[in-house]
């Protein structure tokens, strides 16, 4: 895992939540564990961050789609509206 490969935007605005947070959880695994030598930590931290950021993009766009049901008094949806974060 070196070189820019490693920090490549483009491959990691391609890759799902899941895969994403499977890649940051095994380079944390990776950094915790001192498997890698000094070049290879600085490559892993930097691809970690972008993909963190990527993680935290996924849910801010997840919870936007989010919608809030309104129920009326039986209890059925009357209508939803688009999430407010506010």
């Known amino acids: 895992m070196r070189g820019e490969a490693m920090t490549d935007s483009t491959t990691i605005a391609a890759l799902s939540f899941e895969a994403a947070l499977e890649q940051l959880e095994g380079i944390v695994h990776r950094l915790e564990a001192g498997e890698a030598s000094l070049e290879d930590s600085i490559a892993l931290y930097t691809r970690g961050t972008l993909l963190k950021q990527h993680c935290e993009t996924k849910l ?3 919870q936007a789609r989010i919608e809030k049901l ?3 008094a039986d209890g059925t949806p009357q209508s939803a509206v688009a999430f ?3």
């Open 70 to 72: 309104q129920i009326g």
């Open 84 to 86: 407010d974060a506010g």
């Open 60 to 62: 801010k766009d997840a």
